[in-house]
């Protein structure tokens, strides 16, 4: 869409800054502008007209009726304009508004502190239309028993996201993340589905698959003289089975690969039940010489006691605290404890969810050993990964 053409509405209390803002907006070709004054006068205007409006531009410290409760609002209308934060307030708690603001589900575009510039503006309008669909709205829920039999139908495969050690440049090994292949829908993604399936108690069957194809998978990548680990996410219900770890080895050894060259990723949670069983489970795993990664390190159930008590090989920070980090001072703290916290344990270390280059290099200055996510790769299906392997080359 052309800026010409957006439809962009200024909340901003303070005059002189709102003309400058529309000012901006015109330098840079905008012919639509709406302009209010504070909270309800901005609501008022997204209520007459709340198709008519593509970018909200928004104050957070406005008299009457904050940035907050408007975003609040705006949000409750289900709508798809997207919004611009602007505040002369500090960075932390912007960026907590920016939280804030997308779990009322609305397009963030990003937040500017002032003064804004157009060429801050610019910068974030051109992420309008470009973002992923909300995700509660992305997709209607799938028919469960369209699930089910999907696994009979073996309509579920692996994709292969690589990791990639920070220091040496070197892909080090992969995470296997489940695909559902559908027919009509489509490349399906796991949230889709994989509850659907714990709850069912039909997700052993799940692991299975992909215990097995990523097995096969990374002996052939170690035929074709790639050493690689391959990562497999466990559900923590299937740690209430005390068959477990016979039953991965088993599979993993048919198709000639170690224990040691595969790492099981588990996030502990609520759904852990029997947590002696659980802690079984997963000694046995490492007895058997099975790598163990804490996944989601920083979030719920994933924390400092978990690393305590389970024989944890590997750290995967969580990508809320990786996405962004430079720009987000707090994030960057506890990314770089948490760096030093497992290094000084004696565990790997996973950066998840490396989007830019900013995130690259800010996780090689703090000393990360280990990266991940869509800056390297997005993950990819096995016949690609090779190829895709033998031909990367670090950014330098
Ligand atoms: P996870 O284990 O934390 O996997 C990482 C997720 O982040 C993946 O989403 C991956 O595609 C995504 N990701 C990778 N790099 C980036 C990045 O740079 N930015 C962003 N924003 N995201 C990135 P995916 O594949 O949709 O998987 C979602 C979750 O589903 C996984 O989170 C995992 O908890 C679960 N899952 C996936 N496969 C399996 C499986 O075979 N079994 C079980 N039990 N759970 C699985
Ligand atoms: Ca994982
Ligand atoms: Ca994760």
Known sequence: MKLSEMRFLVAEDHEFQRKTLVRALQGLGALHILEAADGHEALACFHNAPQAIDIIICDLDMPNMDGMEFIRHVGETGTKASIILTSALDRNLISSVETMTQAYGINLLGAIEKPATPQKLQDLIKRHGTSAPRPAAAQAAIPE????????????????????????????????????????????????????????????????????????ACAAWRRQGLSLTVSVNLSPKSLDDPALADRITELVQKRGLQPRDMILEI??????????????????????????????????????????????????????????????????????????????????????????????????????????????????????????????????
């Open 145 to 216: 028993a369209e699930i089910v039999e999907a696994l009979d139908k073996a309509q579920f495969e692996p994709f292969f996201q690589p990791k990639v050690d920070l220091v040496k440049g070197e892909v080090v090994g992969a995470e296997a993340l489940a695909r559902w292949h559908h027919p009509q829908r489509g490349m399906v993604p796991p949230n889709a589905f994989i509850r659907v399936l714990e709850n069912k108690g039909l997700i052993d069957k799940l692991t299975w698959i992909m215990v097995d194809r990523s097995a096969a």
């Open 267 to 396: 996030t502990e949670s609520a759904a852990m039940t029997d947590v002696a069983r659980a802690l079984e489970n997963l000694a046995r795993l490492r007895v058997k010489g099975f790598g163990l990664s804490i996944d989601d390190y920083g979030t719920g159930y994933s924390s400092m006691q978990q690393l305590a008590r389970i024989p944890f090989t590997e750290l995967k920070i969580d990508q809320s605290f990786v996405t962004d980090a430079a720009a987000h001072p707090q994030r960057g703290v506890m990314l770089e404890s948490s760096i030093d916290m497992a290094h000084k344990l004696g565990l790997k270390v996973v950066a998840e969810g490396v989007e830019t280059r900013a995130d690259w290099n800010q996780l090689k200055r703090i000393g990360c050993s280990l990266a991940q996510g869509y800056f390297i790769a997005k993950p990819m299906p096995a016949a690609e990964f090779v190829d895709w392997a033998l031909e990367w080359t670090p950014p330098e």
